[in-house]
């Protein structure tokens, strides 16, 4: 038996669109409410011609009742049907337009009604409250069939009641005015559900050009994978509205700008405070690829306006290519250093080979000896005033490299630092680019000279770096330690202009600064102050004992 393909089945139900779905919805509202408002207009309707056929029954009734003369014909004539009240009745009946028109005694006896047989017998309902003295309007059957009534008391001059009068309107009538209104109120009707069927197309238009016409289970689906996306992919997300509030912060872009789901609805100042992250992210400063320095984080941001005023823009996490970078530069520096080592320990190797042949043995040690102190004296003059294994070394490796460059590197005197520090690894990273930055603007000037120096006052340190390069302009002083700021061209593995930002940066998150200015020999001088950068010497003494 061969397979066959199942039949599809069209299920009944609502349209998937939501331009269809929107416009049925609407078109079934501006119908209820079309129907509702015509009902609720004919249930009052009715009883507002009820009450306005009794009213003018009761005002007959009292026009009648009015005439001086009926009174006294109705005591001095009998009930007969040629007689002067049914004139007057008659007379009445046809001016009004009303169905009948009965003058009764006070026994209740007809002197008058449409009906001649009818005269001199006692009227069908109960006329008692208007031969009381009161009024009565009322929806009630008689002789003639259902009718609308007005009852008032008959008084004669004196003002005494001889009998009533009672007037009615053909209730047929009355219905036949509301169904004479229902054509007239549908037509409104029909008229507002045609502006409403005409504005609900309208808008749905509308609402189908602005959901692309998709249907609801396809933007519930992209809503989920929008999700999705934003909190699953490494990039940060940041979506701003056209007043420059945070709309939306995705997982990654909270860890990398250090905020909380509490900084939606926030203005972006606000939620970052000033700096260049909180400037990229905003607009005012432009580009692609901007680097910026958030905490101890290498951030590269990328902004693209929307439509609606509002922007979003990415942030990549760049500290460890960064410091790979860095570390990159640093191995080619050491790599190069070690290549002009090798060369000028061929030329040292071969000068003491000749010094060997020609059997100066003398010269020879004296030379040996020379070579070998210079780099002795270099180490031992750093580590007699650097105590900091990690801050020691670094300077050491500087001076092997500076001098390959022609660059003499020297640390005063006056410097001296114990081996406490809180922090060794952020003076490193301080230290390490400050002197780099010195190598770079020295190298190749008249007697190049960097000068390290490292001083304590309490539990601070200063540290200060001079070069005897060009030196910076008073007008960029600031703006040297902005992210992206340099004038080097950018290595192989990225862009520079992240040094300086890291060395501030480093500076103010432990309390202190970081400026640049003029060395007094020329050339640039950059200081750093680090309070609280050392440790207790007890703390210290305790660990060191363990």
Do not use: C
Not at 43 to 72: C, F, H, Y
Not at 197 to 218: E, G, K, M, N, P
Not at 322 to 333: A, F, M, P
Not at 344 to 365: D, I, Q, S, V
């Amino acid at each position: 038996m061969s397979p066959t393909s199942p039949v599809r089945r069209r299920r009944l139900g609502l349209p998937r669109r939501v331009f269809s779905q929107v416009l049925l919805m609407q078109l079934a509202i501006a119908a209820g409410v079309a129907v509702l408002a015509t009902g609720l207009f004919l249930a009052p309707l009715s009883d507002q011609l009820d009450d306005q056929a009794m009213r003018r029954a009761l005002a007959i009734a009292q026009t009648t009742a009015a005439r001086p003369q009926l009174a006294e014909e109705l005591k001095s004539s009998p009930p007969t049907g040629d007689g002067p009240v049914q004139k007057e009745a008659d007379r009445i009946r046809r001016a009004s337009g009303a169905e009948y028109v009965v003058i009764m005694n006070k026994e209740g006896v007809r002197w008058s009604h449409t009906d001649r047989a009818q005269i001199g017998k006692v009227v069908s309902t109960d006329p008692s409250d208007a031969l009381a003295g009161g009024e009565v309007m009322e929806i009630d059957n008689g002789t003639l069939g259902r009718s609308a009534r007005g009852k008032v008391p008959l008084r004669d001059a004196d003002g005494a009641i001889v009998g009533a009068v009672s007037v009615g309107i053909e209730y047929d009538s009355v219905r036949a005015r509301l169904v004479h209104s229902i054509p007239g109120l549908l037509a409104y009707a029909g008229g507002a559900l045609a502006v409403g069927a005409l504005a609900a197309y309208l808008i749905s238009r509308r609402v189908q050009r602005q959901t692309r016409d998709l249907a609801f289970s396809d933007i519930s689906a992209l809503l989920a994978e929008r999700e999705a996306m934003l909190h699953g992919i490494r990039e940060g997300v940041v979506a701003l509205d056209r007043a420059g509030r945070i709309r939306l912060l995705n997982d990654e872009a909270q860890r990398l700008l250090g905020l909380g789901a509490e900084a939606l609805g926030r203005p972006l100042d606000d939620a970052l405070g000033e700096g260049r992250t909180t400037d990229v992210l905003a607009g005012r400063v432009t580009g692609t690829d901007l680097l910026t320095v958030r905490g101890q984080r290498v951030l590269v941001a990328n902004r693209m306006p929307t439509d609606d005023g509002g922007a979003v823009a990415t942030l990549r996490d760049r500290t460890e290519l960064e410091q790979l970078g860095r570390e990159l530069d640093s191995t080619r520096g050491l790599i190069d250093a070690l290549r002009a080592q090798d060369h000028e320990h061929a030329n040292r190797m071969h000068t003491l080979l000749g010094l060997l042949e020609l059997e100066m043995y003398e010269e020879a040690a004296e030379y040996v000896g020379e070579v070998a102190g210079a780099h002795r004296v270099t180490a031992e003059q750093i580590t007699e005033k650097i105590h900091d294994p990690l801050l020691a070394a670094l300077l050491v490796g500087k001076a092997t490299v500076a001098a390959e460059r022609g660059v003499a590197l020297s640390v005063p005197r006056d410097t001296s630092l114990p081996d406490r520090l809180v922090d060794p690894g952020g003076l490193v990273t301080i230290v390490g680019n400050l002197v780099d930055n010195a190598l770079d603007a020295a190298a190749g000037t008249r007697h190049a000279r960097v000068e390290v120096a490292v001083r304590t006052e309490g539990r601070s340190v200063v540290l200060r770096v001079r070069d005897t390069g060009p030196g910076v302009p008073a007008g960029q002083r600031e703006t040297i330690f902005t992210e992206g700021w340099t004038t080097k061209e950018p290595p192989a593995h990225g862009k520079r202009g992240i040094g300086l930002a890291l060395v501030r940066r480093l500076a103010e998150r432990q309390g202190g600064s970081a400026r640049a200015g003029e060395a007094p020999e020329g050339g640039a001088e950059f200081t750093v102050v680090l309070p609280e950068a050392l440790g207790e010497p007890e703390l210290a003494a305790t660990e060191e004992s363990r």
